[in-house]
Nanobody
Framework: QVHLVESGGGLVQAGDSLNLSCTIS???????LGWFRQAPGREREFVSV???????????HYAISVKGRFTISRDTAKNTVTLQMTNLKPEDTAVYYC??????????????????????WGQGTQVTVSS
């Protein structure tokens, strides 16, 4: 069982950077840790996923729309996973959610893009990018 809390959202201008953190209460290793987002009137969409053992990144995968602009990092002391977002665009405006799978679930590549495989979700944090 894990509990996830997102933080770091806010209002920024196009081209700015913003870091979102997901604080994880419970064991984070052996889980896929995902980021999803949902804009008003749209379906929840995949942003990124990572799998770690300590500070060793075993696997990461990004949506095409954010690849090259967003990066995942981890702080084991704080047990957080951070989504570092650069060159933000108005179309990045959404509520961003952190999610985690069970320890027994394994996925690879685009198989990790599916929201249904994640059992644990945070409450979300709003990111608004003005043009």
């Amino acid at each position: 069982q894990v509990h996830l809390v997102e933080s770091g959202g806010g209002l920024v201008q196009a081209g700015d950077s913003l870091n979102l953190s997901c604080t994880i209460s419970g064991p984070a290793d052996k889980r896929h840790l995902g980021w999803f987002r949902q804009a008003p009137g749209r379906e929840r969409e995949f942003v990124s996923v990572s799998r770690w053992n300590g500070l060793t990144l075993y696997f990461s995968h990004y949506a095409i729309s954010v690849k090259g602009r967003f990066t995942i990092s981890r702080d084991t002391a704080k047990n957080t996973v951070t989504l570092q977002m650069t060159n933000l665009k108005p179309e990045d405006t959404a509520v961003y959610y952190c999610a985690a799978t069970t320890e027994s679930l394994y996925c690879s590549g685009s198989g990790c893009d599916v929201a249904q495989i994640y059992d644990y979700w945070g409450q979300g944090t709003q990111v608004t990018v003005s043009s």
